[in-house]
């Protein structure tokens, strides 16, 4: 789906360019948890981050926006989300190794 219809969604996000090294995951833990979203963020092997995240619609969109930019630094290349159903299993957001 292309943006979540129902109040509470779930998205995974793939992020590449030049994301890691540059505090791009601390900075959408601080993000997401603005946002009031629970989840994770992780770098990717290939060099780009990983983020999954769950919540009211509204604030996931405003997440996969501030992904486009990221943190000062970041030269972000490619957003991919990905729209999924809700899950409930996170209890906050943190980094994931």
């Known amino acids: 789906m292309a943006t979540p219809a129902e109040a509470r969604a779930r998205v995974h996000v793939r992020i590449s360019g030049r994301v890691q090294g540059v505090g791009f995951r601390f900075c959408t833990v601080d993000e997401a948890r603005r946002l009031g979203l629970t989840g994770w963020v ?3 092997y290939d060099g780009g981050v990983e983020v999954v995240a769950e919540g009211e619609g509204e604030p996931l969109r405003q997440l996969v926006a501030w992904c486009h930019s ?3 630094g970041a030269r972000v290349v490619a957003v991919t989300p990905e729209w999924l159903a809700y ?7 943190g980094i994931r190794h």
Not at 87 to 93: A, V
């Open 87 to 93: 899950s409930g299993e996170f209890d906050g957001f």
């Open 70 to 72: 990221g943190p000062p």
């Open 42 to 44: 992780r770098n990717t």
